[in-house]
């Protein structure tokens, strides 16, 4: 189906360990963002990309990194997951002035 | 720094109208949007207006951007049991090659009285 897909949808990891959330669009959009959400916080920008091997930082990228070969996968790397990186993390791709999401990522960190 | 504020909660009776308030910082930003999001589900563009324009109309939803003021707003006309949800509020940030991430306020929870 196109649209922007994420997996998994639900994950449980140890604090320490190295996890990876996946996210697939199938519009071809050119850029591509990480958000995470949390109670109290709404949802800040983690990375963002304008092209397949164009990355920046957003507003709260320590403990994260992200990679971009190919314009439709944009997967976001916890090097070593943290219990403050519990959280909901949300995909999205942008095609003008829209700006679409996926259906996100429930991380937990124990 | 970019800051986007809403209140948390509105209530209001089912057939009334809603009107959801925010208010942004950066009168840079190109776009405005507005955002719905149900229990466990991700975000709908719901719809957006150019910082260039005064009202959107679409359907039931109407915007009101005042720039001088830095206030948008959200109206739900005839308001149903079916947009009780999370309502955000999201400006443009200029971001390096034309990425314009967002800055979402915290989200406002439109509680529907029966």
């Known amino acids: 189906d196109a649209g922007i897909t994420q997996s998994p949808r639900y994950k449980i990891t140890e604090t320490g360990r190295q996890v990876t959330l996946m996210c697939h669009q199938t519009w071809s959009h050119s850029y591509m963002f990480w958000y995470r959400q949390d109670l109290g916080h709404g949802l800040r920008l983690i990375y963002y990309s304008a092209a397949a091997d164009i990355t920046d930082k957003g507003e709260v990228p320590d403990g994260y990194v992200v990679s971009r070969s190919k314009t439709e996968n944009f997967p976001l790397t916890l090097e070593s997951a943290t219990r403050s990186q519990t959280s909901v993390y949300f995909c999205?791709?942008?095609?003008?002035?829209?700006?679409?999401f996926g259906p996100g990522t429930r991380l937990t960190v124990t | 720094g970019e800051d986007v504020e809403q209140s948390l909660f509105l209530s209001v009776r089912e057939g009334d109208s809603s009107v959801i308030n925010c208010t942004y910082t950066d009168s840079s930003s190109t776009y405005l949007y507005w955002y719905k999001q149900e229990p466990g589900a991700g975000l709908q563009l719901l719809t957006y207006?150019?910082?260039?324009?005064d009202m959107k109309q679409d359907q039931r939803l109407t915007v009101l951007l005042n720039k001088k003021d830095k206030h948008l707003s959200l109206r739900i006309a005839d308001t149903q049991t079916g947009d009780s949800a999370i309502y955000f509020c999201?400006?443009?940030?200029?971001?390096?090659?034309?990425?314009?991430?967002?800055?979402f306020g915290k989200g406002t929870h439109l509680i529907i009285q029966p």
């Open positions: 999205a791709s942008r095609d003008r002035a829209e700006q679409y």
């Open positions: 999201a400006e443009s940030i200029h971001s390096g090659g034309g990425a314009d991430g967002l800055t």
């Open positions: 207006i150019f910082s260039n324009m």
